[in-house]
């Protein structure tokens, strides 16, 4: 076991038994497009961890409602997994900032 004082979160679009998926609408993953076109509308800016979130949840949530009839039909169900057991702690700080920005 290693012992670090280092706060580890792991983001991931669904559970270790689940299987995540391509989205039909646009390239990539629903949580891998989420993240990243968080940080291309907030270029050095703060993106809120839960917000960010909250944009996941709602974009899987409509992969999952529009899925292709006879396609996978399994749906996603993503997943913070941390280090930290307080909620309040990984979700009210911020995923990404900008120490310089004024």
Do not use: H
């Not at 996603?76 to 057991?85: E, G, H, I, M, T």
């Amino acid at each position: 076991m290693i012992n670090t004082e280092a706060s580890v979160i792991v983001w991931a679009a669904s559970g270790p038994s689940e299987r995540a998926y391509e989205s039909r609408r646009v390239k990539g993953g629903s949580l891998a497009n989420a993240v990243c076109d968080e940080i291309i509308k907030s270029p050095g800016g703060t993106i809120e961890r839960k917000a960010l979130w909250d944009r996941v949840m709602s974009d899987i949530d409509y992969e999952n409602k529009n899925q292709i009839k006879g396609a996978l039909e399994a749906s996603q169900r993503a997943r913070v997994l941390a280090s930290s057991q307080d909620g309040k702690e990984i979700m009210n700080t911020p995923l990404f900032w900008n120490k310089f920005s004024s």
